[in-house]
């Protein structure tokens, strides 16, 4: 009589083929690597718009870096996993030995997998660029990179698990780029009056100012990785409350 694979290696296996059908998305690599990569090269090269008084490319840089998690830890997941909903396919595995936590957790490996590669491309073409990122900021900076996309994987799993398919999809392009000007790309603290406290309160403004903070000032963003944590929280608890595996 044959037995399941240990819980590990159940999770590894289905990472690893997350992960190839997230590098395997034309569109979504589209989403995931260009486009971050576009912007970056976009606003280093350009002098407008301003983006603060520190090194042009590093700030480039650190947005590109906020903006490669959203595009895959949010948009990427939340399409890919509204049509599996769609599909049944997250039914069916939620009944395999692999069980809807292993499900959600090979689920993460593989956005974070995906986020090595993004970064490594970011970071090369930033330092091409002229990028000189404080090396004290390479830990702050990781640990953006994971609260970031903890949070971001969180939300996802709420309009993947609510809403049609269509509507998802629909839904995660659109925030993806309003989410452009709210602190991904530029200074929270730039924004005019009260657009910019709302601003660092989002999960975009809070991923976008820590990840300056880390990468181009070698700091510790406190305040901003706890409001990512708490966006992380609630998101995971609306998730486990209102998440539906099927249509």
Known sequence: MSTAAPARSRVLARAAFETRVLLANGEQLLVSVVLPALALVGLALASVPDLGPDSRAALATAGALALAVVSTAFTGQAISTGFDR???VLRLLGTTPLGRGGLLAAKGLAVLSVLVVQVVVLVVLGL???ARPEPGGILPTLVTLV???AAFVALALVLAGTLRAEAVLAVANLVWVLLLG???LFPTALLPGALATV????PSGALGDAMRTAFVDGGWPWAQWAV?????LAGGWLARRFF???D
């Open 244 to 246: 539906r595996w099927g």
């Open 86 to 88: 769609r599909a049944g």
């Open 228 to 232: 990512l944590v708490g966006w992380g």
């Open 147 to 149: 609260l970031g996309s």
């Open 128 to 130: 091409a660029l002229g």
């Open 199 to 202: 601003a660092a309160l989002l």
């Open 182 to 184: 709210l602190g991904v």
